[in-house]
Nanobody, 118 residues
């Protein structure tokens, strides 16, 4: 069983920055891919940014150039640095990890709320 716990959300103004963290209960280097997703009220969950076990990153066009996904393997933690936040970034942000092999599965955290409002 894998546990993912997000933190770092909050209420910020447009243009502000925020960093989200996702602490994993096991060695994150073992995950095939990890990522940040978000879900706004009345909308489908969407991918924000992903990083593979090899370190390859990918971003949704809406956040490319503003958000940065990174990992700290020594802390088993995934991060999402969010800059120049916009009201349309308001959503619950969820951490995801895909594990293959022993214990294979698609794991999710409970999410952290990010609200961007003036």
């Amino acid at each position: 069983q894998v546990q993912l716990v997000e933190s770092g959300g909050g209420l910020v103004h447009p243009g502000d920055s925020l960093t989200l963290s996702c602490a994993a209960s096991r060695n994150i280097a073992s995950f095939y891919v990890m990522g940040w997703y978000r879900q706004a009220p009345g909308k489908q969950r969407e991918s924000v940014a992903t990083v593979t076990s090899g370190g390859t990153t990918a971003y949704d066009d809406s956040v490319n150039g503003r958000f940065t996904i990174s990992r700290d393997l020594s802390k088993n933690t995934l991060y999402l640095q969010m800059n120049t936040l916009k009201p349309e970034d308001t959503a619950v942000y969820l951490c995801n990890a895909v594990l293959r092999g022993t214990g294979a599965g698609d794991y999710w955290g409970r999410g952290t709320q990010v609200t961007v409002s003036s």
